[in-house]
């Protein structure tokens, strides 16, 4: 620390052009500035300074020195607010944008707990896709499944979710359970718009991707629409499982083909690239992603009573 020390009062001299100057400026005496000097040139075995009763100047070898020791202490200065920023408790004003049915299912929910954990930080909180790009004077989180390619942005993993096409008991009772994802083509899907039509639905099959095209009287850009209507036996649906989890687990719904549609991008989180992450970016990202881990998985369950016949129509078995 002391080798530090006289490299911030050398650099001190260096800048002032004067060692009074200096030791006014650092509380210091002028011999003891003069010493330090001193001593660190009788350490590196070069003169740093040329020094006249008139004049003071920096010496080829000392010019590169300083060049090095304020880099140096540039990034020293930086390393200790990065730290004092790091420890101290988030707050402020912190600007969040996520998807409308992602935010309301997954999100809000949480809210009070992640308020009541960090009291000093005011959340504002916006719910749309229309945002695109980030912008730092917008937003400090925005939450997408696209793919945001930018020097200026980082990013992290924030959620994992996946896809499941689901419907009725009574819609398949009545119009037959698809065996595989080509009789889809013969059944009315509910498909959701934006900002195309995604009315192509990509299976796993046998090492391959098998992709469906199907259609349907119902166009939405809303997942909670297609949900709603599927649960109205008005068809079927492919929609993120979060959105259904209680309707699958109470058997409301009915997942079809587990496990073999293609998976979605995941949730990603993007925020202002810097040497270091405010602390109330932090704390949202990490608060939501350890509840994310901590809930339990979802699983999908066929109604007791439900049952297939060889031909995939579904029936009712009595006791």
Same mark, same amino acid.
């Given at each position: 620390?002391?080798?530090?020390?006289?490299?911030?009062?050398?650099?001190?001299?260096?800048?002032?052009?004067?060692?009074?100057?200096?030791?006014?400026?650092? %509380?210091?005496?002028?011999?003891?500035?003069?010493?330090?000097?001193?001593?660190?040139?009788?350490?590196?075995?070069?003169?740093?300074?040329?020094?006249?009763?008139?004049s @003071?100047?920096?010496?080829?070898?000392?010019?590169?020195? @300083?060049?090095?020791?304020?880099?140096v202490?540039?990034?020293?200065?930086?390393?200790?607010?990065?730290?004092?920023? @790091?420890?101290?408790?988030?707050?402020?004003?912190?600007?969040? #944008?996520?998807?409308?049915?992602?935010?309301?299912?997954?999100?809000?929910?949480?809210?009070p707990?992640?308020?009541?954990?960090?009291p000093?930080?005011?959340?504002?909180?916006?719910?749309?896709?229309?945002?695109?790009?980030f912008?730092?004077?917008?937003?400090?989180?925005l939450?997408?499944?696209?793919?945001?390619?930018?020097? %200026?942005?980082?990013?992290?993993?924030f959620?994992?979710?996946?896809?499941?096409?689901?419907?009725?008991?009574?819609?398949?009772?009545?119009?037959?359970?698809?065996?595989?994802?080509?009789e889809?083509?013969?059944? #009315?899907?509910?498909?959701?718009?934006?900002?195309?039509i995604? %009315?192509?639905?990509?299976?796993?099959?046998?090492k391959?991707?098998?992709?469906?095209?199907?259609?349907? #009287?119902?166009?939405?850009?809303?997942?909670?629409?297609?949900?709603?209507?599927?649960?109205? #036996?008005?068809?079927?649906?492919c929609?993120?499982?979060?959105?259904?989890?209680?309707?699958?687990?109470s058997?409301?719904?009915?997942?079809?083909?587990?496990?073999?549609?293609?998976?979605?991008?995941?949730?990603?989180?993007?925020?202002?690239?810097?040497?270091?992450?405010?602390?109330?970016?932090?704390?949202?990202?990490?608060?939501?992603?350890?509840r994310?881990?901590?809930?339990?998985?979802?699983?999908?369950?066929?109604?007791?009573?439900?049952?297939?016949?060889?031909?995939?129509?579904?029936?009712?078995?009595?006791?």
């Open positions: 620390m002391r080798d530090l020390e006289d490299i911030r009062i050398f650099t001190l001299v260096a800048r002032l052009r004067s060692f009074t100057e200096a030791a006014q400026e650092a %509380n210091l005496s002028l011999s003891a500035v003069s010493k330090k000097v001193t001593r660190l040139e009788r350490r590196l075995g070069a003169q740093l300074l040329h020094r006249t009763t008139r @003071l100047h920096l010496t080829e070898a000392g010019s590169d020195f @300083l060049t090095k020791c304020n880099h202490l540039r990034v020293l200065e930086e390393a200790q607010a990065n730290i004092s920023l @790091l420890s101290s408790a988030p707050r402020g004003i912190l600007k969040v #944008n996520v998807p409308e049915s992602f935010g309301r299912h997954c999100l809000i929910p949480a809210l707990g992640f308020l009541e954990t960090y000093e930080i005011t959340l504002e909180f916006v719910m749309n896709t229309r945002e695109r790009k912008d730092a004077n917008e937003f400090d989180i939450v997408r499944r696209a793919q945001m390619l930018d020097e %200026n942005i980082q990013s992290e993993v959620f994992v979710d996946h896809y499941v096409v689901c419907a009725t008991p009574a819609y398949l009772q009545r119009f037959g359970w698809p065996k595989s994802p080509i889809l083509a013969h059944h #009315n899907c509910l498909i959701y718009k934006y900002p195309a995604r %009315n192509v639905w990509s299976f796993h099959s046998a391959k991707i098998e992709a469906v095209k199907v259609g349907g #009287n119902l166009l939405a850009n809303n997942y909670d629409s297609l949900v709603e209507c599927a649960l109205d #036996n008005a068809g079927i649906a929609v993120p499982n979060y959105i259904v989890a209680d309707e699958l687990a058997g409301r719904l009915i997942e079809l083909f587990p496990g073999r549609l293609m998976p979605e991008r995941p949730f990603t989180a993007y925020y202002p690239r810097g040497d270091y992450t405010p602390p109330k970016i932090r704390a949202f990202i990490d608060f939501f992603k350890q994310f881990r901590s809930a339990s998985p979802v699983e999908s369950h066929r109604p007791k009573g439900l049952t297939r016949d060889r031909h995939g129509r579904g029936s009712e078995v009595h006791a």
